[in-house]
T-cell receptor, first 113, second 115 residues
């Protein structure tokens, strides 16, 4: 079945760039998502990319996709303390009619001043 | 309402009791999802509704779990004879159509603690 993996923890200093990595196993046509979860809050969609794209940029966020290696990354430029949260990678695939999101375990990002 | 609303926000129940968790999706959203977030387990898909029908309930962990949706709107997740391993945050999400790339909006979740 589908599997999504992420590293559990990342610590950076304010102003640095953060790179959060994710690998997935489903090889069918896929949408890949990045969600952010702040303490006590629900999940907020940050961005998504379809598997025929290599890169997507949205303000401080850059998503890179290596489809051959099934590797996805989220780069946050000029990281701020307000970016501290848990970041989830997720995928939905043609196998499930794009109707089910499979999430990674989340990467806790800690930004120190 | 403006967002997905879940109630209660917190629920403590005794082992063996039944619980009902409620989700009010965003008005006009036809797709509704339930997920469970446990420590060390990440986010686990439970069930998906399109309108009032559930084309995918493959994630329900046992027959103690059931869900329904009425009027294409409110959904209730019911857990019968709760066990301690049911303790988790139960998240509901809705989206406009459930089709590819459609943004799913999440509620803040119900934290269930079984003692």
């Amino acid at each position: 079945g589908e599997d999504v993996e992420q590293s559990l923890f990342l610590s950076v200093r304010e102003g640095d760039s953060s790179v959060i990595n994710c690998t997935y196993t489903d090889s069918s046509s896929t949408y890949l998502y990045w969600y952010k979860q702040e303490p006590g809050a629900g999940l907020q969609l940050l961005t998504y990319i379809f598997s025929n794209m290599d890169m997507k940029q949205d303000q401080r966020l850059t998503v890179l996709l290596n489809k051959k290696d099934k590797h996805l990354s989220l780069r946050i430029a000029d990281t701020q303390t307000g970016d501290s949260a848990i970041y989830f990678c997720a995928e939905s695939s043609m196998n499930t009619g794009f109707q089910k999101l499979v999430f990674g375990t989340g990467t806790r990002l800690l930004v120190s001043p | 309402g403006a967002g997905v609303s879940q109630s209660p926000s917190n629920k403590v129940t005794e082992k063996g009791k039944d619980v009902e968790l409620r989700c009010d999706p965003i008005s006009g959203h036809t797709a509704l999802y339930w997920y469970r977030q446990s420590l060390g387990q990440g986010l686990e898909f439970l069930i998906y509704f399109q309108g009032n029908s559930a084309p995918d309930k493959s994630g329900l962990p046992s027959d103690r779990f059931s869900a329904e949706r009425t009027g294409g709107s409110v959904s209730t997740l019911t857990i019968q004879r709760t066990q301690q391993e049911d303790s988790a945050v139960y998240l509901c999400a809705s989206s406009f159509s459930g089709s590819r790339g459609t943004e799913a909006f999440f509620g803040q979740g119900t934290r269930l603690t079984v003692v």
